[in-house]
Nanobody, 120 residues
């Protein structure tokens, strides 16, 4: 049973920083992509960032390039999202997700989400 548990959300002022964590358990994730998505109230869920567990290769949404960084700590089975220069419209629930590329493009496993609120 795959479990993804996010933490690190909270309230921050515009321009501030937060680091989200996603603790993964339940299997070996060496062949997985791990990703962060977010969903603001009344909006569709959107992709934020992705990392390959095996080689650390990353992909980030254009909106967050230069401000957000995704990384993983293999020994702790944890993925991080470092968010700098946060903006009020980035207030959302942030979700961690996992998939195996060989199984397709849909993320199969999801965490419960962590709330990030950016005040102006």
């Amino acid at each position: 049973q795959v479990q993804l548990v996010e933490s690190g959300g909270g309230l921050v002022q515009a321009g501030g920083s937060l680091r989200l964590s996603c603790a993964a358990s339940g299997r070996t994730f060496s062949s997985y992509y791990m990703a962060w998505f977010r969903q603001a109230p009344g909006k569709e869920r959107e992709f934020v960032a992705r990392i390959s567990w095996s080689d650390g290769g990353t992909s980030l949404a254009d909106r967050v390039k230069g401000r957000f960084t995704i990384s993983r700590e293999i020994s702790k089975n944890t993925v991080y999202l470092q968010m700098n220069s946060l903006k009020p419209d980035e207030t959302a629930v942030y979700y961690c997700a996992a998939r195996r590329p060989v199984e397709g493009a849909q993320y199969k496993y999801w965490g419960q989400g962590t709330q990030v609120t950016v005040s102006s």
